[in-house]
């Protein structure tokens, strides 16, 4: 999801928040500042905006890899015959963790155990699609999510596949 909050221009933070950084608010919501805009008129403020901490998947697309794959598969990145959990956390491996060509890589992010959840022989082939999508598009068949989470003790943002709870038993 996306954020905003307003700041007056007097408040102290103001001069240490910048575009691309990461913040958090209370240690339950982290998020990347994508905008600073100061407003005009009588009571200044700057609105602080941007995307949760899944906004890195939609700074890459899925790009097919270095090294040739099967017949068929020229210019398309692909695995199958294994659980969605590992479809998903291969292609952000492949895109985000460690891509092929160094520069894509967006440092710090790691992949949380895989679990093997999900539908257990799904496959995908991908080119030129966006890592955001795709993760949706995939975890949604299976009923499944995805979150990017900060973990402070090892200085790394941790992507994990993440489980739906089914609260509809008790409910009226």
Same mark, same amino acid.
């Given at each position: 999801?996306?954020?905003? *909050?307003? &700041?007056?221009?007097?408040? @102290? =933070?103001?001069?240490? &928040? ?9 240690? @339950? ?14 009571? @200044? #403020? ?6 949760? &901490? ?13 090294? !040739?794959?099967?017949?068929? =598969? ?8 294994? +659980? #969605? !959990?590992?479809?998903?956390?291969? *292609? ?5 963790? /460690? +891509?092929? /060509?160094?520069?894509?890589?967006? +440092? ?6 895989? *679990? ?8 995908? =082939?991908?080119?030129? $699609? ?9 975890? $949604?068949?299976? @009923? =499944?999510?995805?979150?990017? #989470? +900060?973990?402070? $003790? ?8 993440? $489980? ?9």
């Amino acid at each position: 999801g996306t954020f905003s *909050f307003s &700041l007056p221009v007097s408040d @102290k =933070m103001i001069d240490s &928040l910048s575009y691309g950084q990461i913040i958090g608010i209370d240690n @339950k919501y982290f998020g990347i500042v994508r905008s600073l805009k100061e407003t005009a008129g009588d009571s @200044k #403020t700057v609105t602080v905006s941007g995307a949760d &901490l899944k906004g890195y998947t939609e700074q890459r697309i899925t790009l097919y890899p270095a090294t !040739e794959l099967d017949e068929g =598969m020229q210019g398309y990145d692909g695995i199958a015959d294994v +659980p #969605t !959990e590992t479809v998903v956390k291969y *292609f952000v491996n492949n895109n985000i963790v /460690n +891509p092929s /060509n160094s520069k894509r890589k967006i +440092p710090g992010i790691v992949l949380g155990a895989d *679990f093997h959840r999900g539908i257990q022989d799904d496959r995908y =082939m991908s080119r030129f $699609e966006l890592l955001s999508d795709l993760c949706n598009k995939n975890l $949604e068949n299976a @009923k =499944m999510g995805y979150s990017i #989470t +900060p973990d402070i $003790e090892n200085n790394s943002l941790v992507f994990d596949v993440i $489980e739906g709870v089914n609260r509809t038993a008790s409910q009226s």
